[in-house]
């Protein structure tokens, strides 16, 4: 079965503190995995997409990477404005649907 | 601006009364979905369309039901909703599942729906 596991589930971090996310996957072929940040009360936005294991993006003080099993998001820095809760999802090959973990939620205190 | 709308974002009900939740993008988008996020579970899919007149079941499609009969237009339908249905729903697009790049989905902000 498709799954998607988040840890930890909550983070609390000083400003200027870098971390790292982590989210473990099993699929039978990876399509593609996701990275969205959700603030309260809104929907998710997106801000990676990773597709095969090496691979890396990043934006401003986040980092994505992916290895067969897992990806981190790599939060360098982090400031106030970074809190939010973080959600990974993946799309298994031969398939359209999307899997979601259940988020990290980070508090970047000043 | 591009944007996914849904209508409307907040709604109280009762057992069995009909409702319908309605979900928009400007856009033109092949894929559209509807998730509920309930604490603790995280979201979970309840239907996706990959283009017109073509829908699939996510993981939670029991008590709900959609139709896709414009590419801009994806409502979500309970016929008779009940407590359990009490939720988050979030709409969501993206350019389709055939081209790997376009796989970035947009969220709408959400319509908390309450069953009593």
């Known amino acids: 079965e498709d799954q998607v596991t988040q840890s930890p589930e909550a983070l609390r971090l000083q400003e200027g503190e870098s971390s790292s996310l982590n989210c473990s996957y099993t699929v039978s072929g990876l399509r593609g995995l996701f990275w969205y940040r959700q603030d309260p009360g809104k929907g998710p936005e997106f801000l990676f997409t990773l597709y095969s294991a090496g691979e890396e993006k990043e934006k401003e003080r986040l980092k994505a990477t992916l290895t067969k099993k897992e990806s981190f998001l790599h939060i360098t820095a982090p400031k106030p404005e970074d809190s939010a809760t973080y959600l990974c999802a993946v799309q298994a090959s031969g398939t359209y649907k999307y899997i979601f973990g259940t988020g990290t939620r980070l508090k970047v205190l000043a | 601006e591009a944007q996914v709308t849904q209508n409307p974002r907040y709604l109280i009900t009762v057992t069995g009364k009909k409702l319908t939740v309605t979900c928009s993008q400007n856009?033109?988008?092949?894929?559209m979905s509807w998730y509920r996020q309930d604490p603790g579970l995280g979201l979970r899919q309840i239907y996706y369309?990959?283009?017109?007149?073509?829908?699939d079941k996510g993981d939670v499609p029991e008590g709900y039901k959609v139709s896709r009969k414009e590419k801009r237009n994806f409502p979500l339908i309970l016929e008779s909703p009940s407590p359990n249905q009490t939720s988050l729903y979030f709409c969501a697009s993206s350019f389709g599942g055939q081209t790997r790049e376009y796989n970035e989905q947009f969220f709408g902000p959400g319509t908390r729906l309450t069953v009593l």
């Open positions: 369309s990959m283009n017109v007149e073509v829908t």
């Open positions: 856009m033109n988008h092949e894929y």
